[in-house]
């Protein structure tokens, strides 16, 4: 059996947020840095340059390469604690990590990761946002569980395809560092020009 094209976890978290942004980094290998995400590089750098330690009897491990083989999974845990009969993955954010359902998918694809590779079952995980030192709980329930395998299908189908999603031009957008290169106005309206070309064909 061939195995299946292994996804990185990142991907999830980006096509959970805009399946272009994620087409446009996965397919394209496109990658602008705004502030943003130089902060976050940054931030991940620093998580990156520790070594495990051992606080409150927790066991921190930093940068820890994770993989599922069934779902076809890869990546890197910023950090995963190793409590007494508990494992939980930690996601470091530049900004606010509340309600970020793309952010929560990653965690639990982490999270599924870790499940497949210490035989143990994972309930939470945490978000952990540097700018307001907080940290946010995440319970990995059957919505992520689910949406982790939903998800990871879709990008495997997109990355096999080499398809490129159209712009949804919506809020994210604002907020996106991909912005400049993907330009969401000039190629939603493309699409909504040729659709209505085509209707006019059709109805010709
Ligand atoms: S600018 Fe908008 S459509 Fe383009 S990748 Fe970013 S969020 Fe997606």
């Given at each position: 059996m061939i195995a299946p094209l292994s996804i990185p976890i990142s991907a999830l978290e980006h096509w959970a947020y805009c399946p272009r942004q994620c087409a446009l980094i996965h397919v394209e290998q496109a990658w602008e840095e705004d502030g943003n995400t130089a902060r976050g590089r940054v931030a991940h750098e620093r998580v990156d340059a520790g070594s495990a330690t051992t606080r409150a009897g927790v066991?921190?491990?930093?940068?820890?390469?994770?993989?599922?083989?069934?779902?076809?999974?890869?990546?890197?845990?910023?950090?995963?604690?190793?409590?007494?009969?508990?494992?939980?993955?930690?996601?470091?954010?530049?900004?606010a990590v509340d309600g970020s359902r793309a952010a929560s998918v990653q965690l639990a694809a982490q999270a599924l990761c870790i499940e497949s590779m210490f035989s143990i079952r994972v309930n939470t995980a945490a978000l952990y946002s540097v700018s307001q030192s907080r940290?946010?709980?995440?319970?990995?329930?059957?919505?992520?569980?689910?949406?982790?395998?939903?998800?990871?299908?879709?990008?495997?189908?997109?990355?096999?395809q080499l398809s490129l999603p159209t712009a949804p031009d919506d809020a994210r957008c604002k907020r996106c560092s991909l912005n400049a290169m993907c330009m969401p106005s000039v190629t939603a309206r493309t699409k909504a020009l040729r659709n209505a070309e085509f209707a006019l064909f059709d109805v010709a």
């Open positions: 066991r921190e491990v930093r940068s820890l390469p994770l993989f599922h083989d069934d779902l076809g999974l890869h990546g890197i845990a910023d950090l995963v604690e190793f409590g007494d009969g508990w494992i939980q993955p930690v996601e470091y954010k530049i900004g940290r946010v709980p995440v319970e990995i329930d059957d919505g992520l569980r689910q949406a982790v395998a939903t998800i990871t299908a879709e990008v495997r189908a997109c990355l096999e």
